[in-house]
């Protein structure tokens, strides 16, 4: 996922200082979308959490609008706060709309993006975004990219990327005392969060994410390349240098994902992160396919994550991200090892923490 961690961007500067606690957003000129105006969200294809919202909808709302795909790791790491933030402020009038704009072909079906709303707990309305529509109304670039909008319809604010949480928190603040509706509480959110929502280990993270199809991988090392939408056998390295992967066994490397022809092929990695993550599923739907991770050799005990037991065990039930490795000591450079039991799978990418 692309993602940006300044907050500077379309050609402009948004700078906030704060005084007494509270936010005093000094507006500068953007290259915003419609003269820095809401856009309409009209080019949405469908809704979640509520029928169609229109501009109309949304006059005289403070409105908080967040690019998101369902497997962006980055994105992820931000729900804990916009979920706190749209329970909240809800009753002062905030609204927060998640626009779902999907980055690989399978977070395309709505069933899969309905399926992680109820998993994620996520309450506030989510407008699906499959023909980019609402993405391009904004020129947006980024997941996860937040805008903040006064009740006038004006894009006050814009975070993209992960962090700046208590500034885009008093943004909020602000914007709600500017529409005078007394009371809106001045304290900051502090959630809890699990599995793959806690924050990256900025200090640990070394290893950048990584795609597996042939049009965006880099530092694939089996031996003779990738072979183009072929089945091919390919064998991996005896050992791997940092940030290196490949592939072994029956594979067919496409333009979005590897799919694995036949039973017990397997996927390496060397990697210096406290987590790591596999967005990969059965390329065909309803289908659990097996799966065995091992850590430098060994079954990874207190380092595994969510998604797999302490002897490795995991299976695979659906397209999205699996967070296989939550390293519990010392970070140092390792290698993952996915031995697949079952044909049929898909992977698309390794993305750390």
Not at 8 to 36: M, T, W
Not at 65 to 84: D, I, K, M, Q
Not at 298 to 317: M, N, Y
Request: charged letters at 20%; proline letters at 5%.
């Amino acid at each position: 996922m692309i993602v940006a961690i300044l907050l500077a961007g379309f050609g402009g500067v948004l700078i906030v200082a704060f005084s007494r606690g509270k936010a005093n957003i000094q507006h500068y000129p953007v290259k915003a979308p419609g003269n820095g105006k809401l856009p309409p969200l009209s080019g949405a294809t469908g809704w979640i959490n509520t029928k169609l919202l229109t501009r109309t909808d949304l006059r005289g709302k403070v409105v908080l609008v967040e690019f998101w795909t369902y497997t962006c790791v980055n994105w992820r790491r931000t729900l804990p706060y916009v979920r706190a933030w749209a329970e909240k402020y809800h009753q002062q009038g905030l609204i927060v709309i998640g626009v779902h704009t999907p980055e690989f072909s399978f977070e395309k079906d709505t069933s899969n993006v309905q399926r992680a709303v109820k998993e994620l707990n996520i309450g506030f309305p989510v407008a699906i975004d499959n023909n980019y529509a609402v993405w391009f109304a904004f020129r947006n670039e980024y997941w996860p990219a937040l805008y903040f909008i006064d009740a006038h319809g004006r894009i006050r604010h814009q975070q993209f990327g992960e962090g700046s949480y208590d500034t885009s928190e008093r943004v909020i603040q602000q914007l709600l005392d500017e529409t005078g509706i007394p009371g809106v509480r001045q304290d900051l959110v502090a959630p809890s969060a699990t599995g793959a929502e806690v924050a990256a280990d900025l200090v640990n993270l070394k290893s950048p994410e990584t795609y597996l199809d042939y049009r965006r991988t880099q530092n694939f090392v089996s031996a003779g390349g990738a072979v183009v939408d072929l089945r091919h056998v390919y064998i991996s390295p005896g050992t791997l240098k940092l940030n290196q992967w490949a592939l072994s066994g029956d594979w067919t490397m496409g333009p979005e994902a590897d799919r694995l022809n036949i039973s017990g092929g397997r996927l390496v990695c060397r990697f210096h992160a406290r987590d790591l993550n596999l967005v990969m599923g059965p390329a065909v739907k309803g289908n659990t396919l097996r799966f065995q991770v091992r850590i430098d050799g060994k079954p990874p005990g207190d380092s595994h994550g969510v998604d797999i037991d302490d002897s490795g065990r995991g299976a695979a039930t659906e397209q999205r991200m699996y967070q296989l490795v939550r390293q519990s000591g010392a970070i140092t450079d390792r290698t993952i090892e996915i031995e697949f039991s079952d044909e049929g799978i898909e992977v698309f990418d390794f993305t750390f923490g």
